[in-house]
C-alpha cells in the first residue's frame, strides 16, 4: 500500500517535472525571439541615429557656411535659414538622445 502512494507521488512529480520543463523551454524560445528582435531593433535604431548625426553635421556646416560666406542675403532671409537649420538640428539632436537611450535599454534588457 505504502509503496504505491510513493509510486503514485513519484509518478505526479514526474509528470510535474515535464510539464515545467516544457514551459521552461516555452519560455526559453520566447526569450530568444524577443532577443533577437531587440538585436534588430536596436541596429534599425543605430542606423537612424547614424544618419541622424551625418545629417546634423551637414546642417551644422552648411549653417556654419552660410554663416562665414559672404552671400548678400537679406537679414529676414538670413535668420529664418539659420532658425530653420537651428530648429531641424535640436529637434534631431533631441531624436538621437532619445533612439541612443532606447538602444540602452535593450542592451540592458538583452544583457540579463
Do not use: P, Y
Not at 505526479?12 to 516544457?22: D, F, G
Not at 559672404?70 to 531641424?88: C, H, I, P, Y
Amino acid at each position: 500500500q505504502e509503496k504505491k502512494i510513493i509510486e503514485k507521488q513519484l509518478f505526479e512529480t514526474q509528470l510535474l517535472l515535464l510539464r515545467e520543463q516544457e514551459q521552461h523551454s516555452i519560455l526559453q524560445k520566447n526569450m530568444a525571439r524577443k532577443v533577437e528582435d531587440w538585436g534588430v531593433e536596436r541596429e534599425a535604431n543605430s542606423q537612424l541615429v547614424e544618419g541622424m548625426a551625418r545629417e546634423v553635421n551637414t546642417l551644422q556646416e552648411q549653417q556654419a557656411e552660410q554663416a562665414s560666406s559672404g552671400k548678400q542675403m537679406e537679414q529676414q532671409d538670413r535668420s529664418e535659414v539659420f532658425s530653420d537649420l537651428t530648429a531641424r538640428i535640436v529637434e534631431m539632436q533631441t531624436e538621437m538622445k532619445q533612439l541612443r537611450e532606447e538602444n540602452r535599454c535593450h542592451c540592458r534588457l538583452q544583457g540579463e
